[in-house]
């Protein structure tokens, strides 16, 4: 057990080569997302959005494989850090097995989890998907995907608006410009009364969606941290300036040249850094500064944790890594079959939980909290 101003030892652990002030913010965008390998199988090119996605694949002039089978090879190097080099290039498109259709809840985030892939472009060294998903970390998309979003229908309840959340195993914004999948999704649930789609992205390339015939059935989240966690953790993806210019772009009216879309904030994963309160005010009062007009926004809130499985994993990943994930000091909860994770302890939780509401609700007032975790 931590002794009770145990937040400060934890966070002289965490980022120790940060400095205490505030950096200053960087700004730029995320860079394209251009894999140097490019895999289709036969069943993903018999699919007419298969052959988009080569069209697209084409159109950026990227290395193609045509494979004779469905199974993909050739994706391990010599050791752990080659193998995750080769699949972090490499973009597979694939069918979707059938087990897929058979969507699985996925809360506090939505109602249902539906996968249009499973990958991340991006280099977060406190990735959730590490552990989690089998193999190499390739970037899968589905060629299927309008037989996914059919089969949703059929998961939607009478009398109120069913979720299904698409970002549970891809950043969806930062593979867009080479699947069109998200774009798919969001026309797809624009027809869907009863339905509402969720994503949530570290990237900022959104010109795409902004006239999209969304109906405000989807709601469009950006991740957001403090400076230092952001620069330091989050390697490929965009500035948090950029990501709340996405947001804003997203946010704004479509007669203000927005998209009008309802949007979100995910604030994940919190972590007591040094100087956290003032860090996390800084970006609070950067968003709200960024969102100075009315519009419909919601914040979830997700504090840090890992499991000994995705330990070990970014730990091979990321061997020099400044990432806490000491045991020691934290708390274990456990799941209902049985799995471990490493979490705050409770007292720091409720410090962490205390502020982060008091600070959310005091800037903005309007904008529901959806959960804390």
Known sequence: MLESGALVSLSDT???DQPTSAPQPLTHAARLWLPK??????DALHEPFGQQMLQRAEAHNLDIELLKSNRLT???GADVRETYRNAKNTLAVVCAPPSALKLQPTPPSADWQMNLAEGCPAHCQYCYLAGSLPGP????AYANL???LEGTAAYEQAGRRTSFEVSCY???LGIEHLTGSLAECIRYYGTREGAQLRFVSKYNQVDSLLELPHNGHTR???SLNAEPVARRLEGGTA???ARLQALRQLALPRELGGGGYPVGVVLAPIMPIPNWREQYSALLDRLAATLDFACDLTVEMISHRFTPGSKDVLLQWYPNTSLDLAEEGRAVKRNKFGGTKYVYQPEDMRTLKQFFFTEWQRRFPHAPIQYWT
């Open 146 to 148: 309008p037989k996914l």
């Open 220 to 222: 469009a989240r950006f």
């Open 137 to 140: 970390p390739v970037v899968r």
């Open 37 to 42: 390998r490019v895999l289709f199988t036969p």
């Open 170 to 172: 891809t950043d969806v």
């Open 74 to 76: 050739g994706l391990r």
């Open 239 to 241: 500035s948090i300036e």
């Open 14 to 16: 965490l980022l120790t």
